[in-house]
């Protein structure tokens, strides 16, 4: 009997030269696997399964991880504020957790022999399957053609052409990869240290001018109500805050990150909704927490980011900062203010029961209500008292 391999499938390039040479030259059944995670509606679903069986898969299978993902990691990604060197909110590395953890569990259920992907030999992507994968499913056997040919993608267009298949190898020219929470784009010019994509590369074109106001409701950390829009749940007001906003060209940016492996890479990213709505949430919390809540969620969240972009989604440490990270949002309610304009947008303010900011107890730099000039003057003795201290014995010493 032939092998039974697994490949996770996006019905891309790499994964479509990956069923043909699994295929043909290694001459096993493949099984292809989709996990959508919030980037593909029912017709490219339903095109991707198409395309994957004309290839020649044996069986397609879909499944749809987009609320699980945001339920075991988007949302710790919203808590912490986490931007992958203060630009960047994670948009392929959180997701590729989601996608290993579902083909695992696929490649199990199936009895598979082994599980393929299309990832390169520079990127952080076959690291991310390939940890998820021994975890799980150690001994299995991990196949990755790109990798281990070493193809450049005009070589992979090339195979393909040579076998007859059909595809738009034009658009095949950039590298998309689409989720819930935002989109990648690699193409020529992310490869070198200078350069801009252009404007046809960009999935989202940028179609709406002038201002709008937009209100996002947060209850305990969470995206509930966008403008006067209820929802069910999270998913579904980042999906609708995408479609207002991703018209501006709003979260286009190209970031510069160190590889897993320890090389420098760029890569294009567009993410409307998630830089809208983590810079509105930071905005919320930075009213409503105290200022060593503050400290230590940035300490713990950045230490969260990068472990996580770096595979490691199942280290338990990482259930302990998410513990911490839930306990932190009990007051994080309230309705963040915005302004949206073509590829920029302003958080206007906040509007919060929980608003440590309360005229109450006084105005930043007019004047106090909950203390007296003479309680400064103590505190700020005791305060300094023991930095005095090191002065005044360090002049006795030296002079």
């Known amino acids: 009997?032939?092998?039974?391999?697994?490949l996770a499938f996006s019905g891309g390039l790499d994964t479509s030269f990956c069923v043909k040479y699994l295929k043909d030259d290694m001459h096993v059944d493949v099984h292809t696997i989709t996990v959508n995670t919030g980037g593909f509606d029912e017709a490219e679903l339903k095109r991707i399964e198409a395309h994957a069986l004309s290839l020649g898969a044996v069986d397609h299978k879909t499944v749809d991880e987009t609320r699980n993902y945001y339920d075991k990691v988007i949302r710790y990604l919203v808590y912490g504020n986490v931007l992958k060197n203060n630009a960047y909110p994670l948009s392929v590395s959180a997701e590729r957790m989601s996608q290993a953890l579902a083909v695992a569990d696929y490649a199990k259920a199936i009895g598979a022999d082994g599980v393929a992907h299309g990832s390169t030999g520079?990127?952080?992507?076959q690291v991310r399957f390939d940890m998820v994968l021994n975890i799980l499913l150690p001994g299995?056997?991990?196949i990755t053609p790109i990798r281990e040919l070493k193809l450049s993608r005009e070589a992979e267009i090339a195979y393909l052409k040579e076998k007859g298949v059909a595809?738009?190898?034009?658009?095949?020219q950039y590298s998309i990869n689409k989720g819930i929470w935002g989109t990648s784009v690699g193409g020529k010019e992310t490869l070198n240290s200078l350069g801009m994509l252009p404007e046809e590369a960009w999935p989202t074109p940028v179609t709406k001018s002038g201002s709008e106001r937009v209100v996002l409701h947060f209850e305990k950390g969470e995206l509930n109500k966008v403008n006067e829009k209820q929802f069910d749940h999270p998913v579904e007001a980042i999906q609708f805050l995408q479609q207002l906003a991703g018209p501006y060209g709003i979260g286009r940016d190209i970031h510069v990150g160190d590889t897993i492996i320890g090389i420098k890479g760029r890569v294009g990213f567009e993410?409307?909704?998630?830089?809208?709505i983590i810079k509105s949430h930071h905005a919320l919390e930075k009213h409503v927490l105290t200022k060593w809540q503050l400290s230590w969620k940035d300490q713990l969240a950045q230490f969260y980011g990068n472990w996580l972009h770096e595979g490691q989604y199942l280290d338990p440490v990482m259930r302990d900062i998410e513990a911490f990270l839930i306990s932190t949002q009990q007051h994080v309610t309230g309705e963040v203010?915005?302004?949206l304009y073509p590829h920029r947008f302003q958080v206007l303010g906040i509007?919060?029961?929980?608003d440590l900011m309360?005229?109450?107890?006084?105005?930043?730099?007019?004047?106090?209500?909950g203390w007296t000039g003479d309680d400064v003057k103590g505190f700020t003795k005791i305060f300094g008292n023991q930095v005095g201290i090191y002065h005044a014995i360090k002049k006795d010493v030296e002079t």
């Open 1 to 6: 009997m032939k092998k039974k391999v697994v």
């Open 122 to 125: 520079a990127g952080n992507d």
């Open 140 to 142: 299995i056997e991990i």
């Open 167 to 172: 595809m738009n190898f034009e658009k095949a």
């Open 271 to 276: 993410a409307a909704a998630p830089m809208l």
């Open 337 to 339: 203010h915005a302004e």
């Open 351 to 354: 509007e919060s029961p929980y």
């Open 358 to 369: 309360s005229a109450k107890f006084g105005k930043y730099g007019e004047m106090n209500l």
